[in-house]
């Protein structure tokens, strides 16, 4: 008990919050020290609150302010889950594929997050991403369809503050998409494939649509997409989306002559052909598994809500000066003075 | 009829000499031991009206709120501080003493206003939600009555220090200014809260993150714990020293104030999101 009592001390909340606030800065200017630094503070502050609400009596005759530190602690409870369980991570698809789990770029997964993006079945449909003057973003709109758990393909446009969630994992268009180049490689022991390659993000990298292409052979071929005129238009309203500009291909294979493809062309390489088969567009999601995000919410704001009637039963009334009518004749005569 | 950018801008104008000939009264006032009251009340309902109408001007005319740049969030600054501080100045008369130093701050938000580009950025798609609102309205709120707690205590501060009866006056009712100090600085910490919330959806709906370390989300959380840390310090050291206290509130409003207007520093447009 004795312990516990320590562990309440009104005096180690306030050494918590100095050290959640001095390493949030610390962890967040420093990357090698990183932000998860502040873990520890907060587990403190965790076992503080815990601690002072079965001890502290004035939480017995305050309601508003044990419904503030109650909400408190299950926002707390909530980080704490939400680390373990979470995912973090991006992927880029190209119009008219399927996404691929193997694909996907993790930022962030918890020690307890049980992977199940290899059950998602997803295809990329038209994108738009609307511009006005100056290049400045306006609307995004991403068709995709999905197989949702009752078995049923659903078609929805995704974009800007919709997302889509697929098994709970939340599918959010970001503002990284451009070109693709679909490739069809005929290799000299007979072998096919199809594939994209994705080009810099557009319009960002306009000025540079150049990357790199490892051929099934192994050969590292640099590609350059190149319009025939300018795509996107910074003094007028514009579209990113579209593919049936004429374009070309400059392939440079290391060391050797740089070759231009048009459309439907084919070029032989070292081990095998391939053929500019057509343009698409990718587009990039954020996938998220964040299962607890409703319930930070509802006990953040059930702690406001706590804050809110400390304010109006204690705050407040505690203000008001007996016979505040005089004293504010009272004031009015020295400020007329 | 559309308001043009030459009138919002002569309209931003008029309303800084104001802030100047408010300054100044509340000076004069000081020096010669004479309450401005009512002048500096009058002088801010002009400001609030004029302002109001550039904002209203250029909501009409840019079809979107003074929401992402510089400008906008000065401009919708300025409108909103030193609307909240008449409205309680007039509802409370235990903090009119802090138009001593609302009105000098507000001179400085102006002058910073009038140096800077005046032209409309458009909203992203991704900043076409209520949360936005919910957001931008509780930040002002949370302002606003940081800044009454803030210019009242810093008063009791200056008449604290002084020894003459000019700063005597400027708290008459020393312990009715006391409690409004609270009362404020605790409304404004609901309203942090609040906003915090708001901006954390917002921010998961725009950007896909809830919470991302920024400077901007940092620094808010920075300014929550230090307001969370003075209404917890002014509970666990019930014999602090009353001067303490209003340091406190004067280091949560200087901390907030630079979290709201320092960020441009880092970041021209804090809000604009990415193309």
Not at chain 1, 5 to 14: D, G
Not at chain 2, 164 to 179: D, H, I, M, N, V
Not at chain 2, 191 to 212: D, I, K, P, R, T
Request: proline share 4%; glycine share 10%.
């Amino acid at each position: 008990m004795r312990v516990v009592k320590l562990l309440a001390s009104l005096r180690l909340t306030l050494v918590g919050m100095l050290a959640l606030a001095v390493l949030a800065v610390v962890g967040t200017r420093n990357p090698a020290i990183g932000t998860g630094i502040t873990i520890w503070p907060i587990a403190l502050l965790t076992l503080n609150l815990l601690a002072a609400l079965l001890t502290n009596k004035v939480f017995r005759t305050q309601t508003g302010l044990l419904v503030f530190h109650v909400g408190l602690l299950l926002v707390f409870a909530c980080i704490g889950l939400t680390l373990l369980l979470r995912y973090d991570g991006h992927v880029e698809i190209v119009q008219g594929g399927a996404f691929d789990a193997g694909l996907v770029e993790t930022v962030e997964q918890g020690r307890w997050h049980d992977n199940r993006l290899g059950d998602i079945e997803l295809y990329q449909g038209e994108v738009r991403v609307n511009y006005l003057p100056g290049l400045n973003r306006q609307d995004t709109r991403s068709s995709i369809e999905y197989r949702a758990a009752s078995g049923e393909l659903r078609h929805i446009m995704v974009g800007d503050t919709r997302t889509v969630n697929i098994d709970g994992y939340r599918f959010a268009a970001s503002f990284n998409k451009g070109f693709a180049l679909l490739l069809h490689w005929k290799g000299a022991d007979g072998r096919e494939a199809l594939g994209a390659v994705h080009m810099p993000s557009f319009p960002s990298f306009d000025w540079k649509q150049v990357t790199t292409w490892t051929t099934p052979e192994g050969q590292e071929i640099e590609l350059e997409l190149d319009f025939d005129q300018r795509v996107s238009d910074d003094r007028a309203d514009w579209s990113f989306g579209r593919t049936d500009m004429p374009f070309s291909v400059r392939f440079t294979p290391a060391g050797e002559a740089q070759r231009s493809l048009r459309s439907g062309a084919s070029v032989e390489l070292a081990g095998g052909l391939v053929q500019v088969v057509d343009l698409r567009v990718w587009m990039a999601y954020q996938i998220e598994y964040l299962p607890l995000l409703p319930w930070m919410f509802v006990a953040a704001m059930l702690a406001i809500v706590g804050l809110t009637l400390h304010f109006a039963s204690r705050v407040l009334p505690a203000s008001a000066p007996a016979g505040s009518r005089a004293e504010e004749d009272d004031y009015g005569h020295v400020a007329r003075a | 009829m559309v308001m043009s950018l030459a009138l919002e801008r002569q309209l931003v104008l008029v309303s800084v000499a104001m802030l100047l000939a408010a300054t100044l009264v509340q000076f004069a006032g000081l020096v010669s031991g004479r309450a401005a009251y009512r002048p500096t009340a009058v002088i801010y309902a002009g400001v609030v009206i004029l302002l109001g109408a550039a904002i209203t001007g250029r909501w009409i005319r840019e079809h979107q709120g003074p929401f992402l740049t510089l400008y906008e969030i000065l401009l919708s600054g300025v409108f909103s501080l030193a609307l909240m501080f008449l409205l309680i100045s007039v509802l409370v008369p235990a903090v009119r003493g802090g138009w001593l130093v609302t009105s000098p701050l507000l001179l400085i938000l102006g002058v910073w206003l009038t140096g800077v580009s005046e032209l409309a950025v458009p909203l992203p798609g991704a900043f076409k939600t209520p949360w936005l609102w919910a957001h931008v309205l509780s930040g002002k709120l949370f302002l606003g009555f940081c800044l009454a707690a803030m210019a009242t205590a810093s008063v009791m501060l200056i008449s604290g220090a002084g020894s003459g009866e000019r700063t005597a006056k400027l708290t008459p009712f020393p312990e009715q200014s006391e409690k409004m100090i609270w009362v404020l600085f605790f409304a404004a910490f609901i309203c942090h809260s609040f906003m915090l919330v708001a901006g954390a959806v917002w921010a998961h709906s725009a950007w896909g993150h809830y919470w991302s370390w920024d400077p901007l989300e940092t620094w808010t959380l920075v300014t929550w714990l230090i307001l969370g840390g003075t209404l917890h310090a002014r509970a666990t050291f019930r014999n602090m020293p009353q001067g303490m206290g209003h340091v406190l509130v004067l280091v949560a409003f200087v901390v907030a104030f630079l979290t709201f207007f320092g960020v441009p520093f880092f970041s021209i447009a804090p809000h604009k999101g990415l193309m």
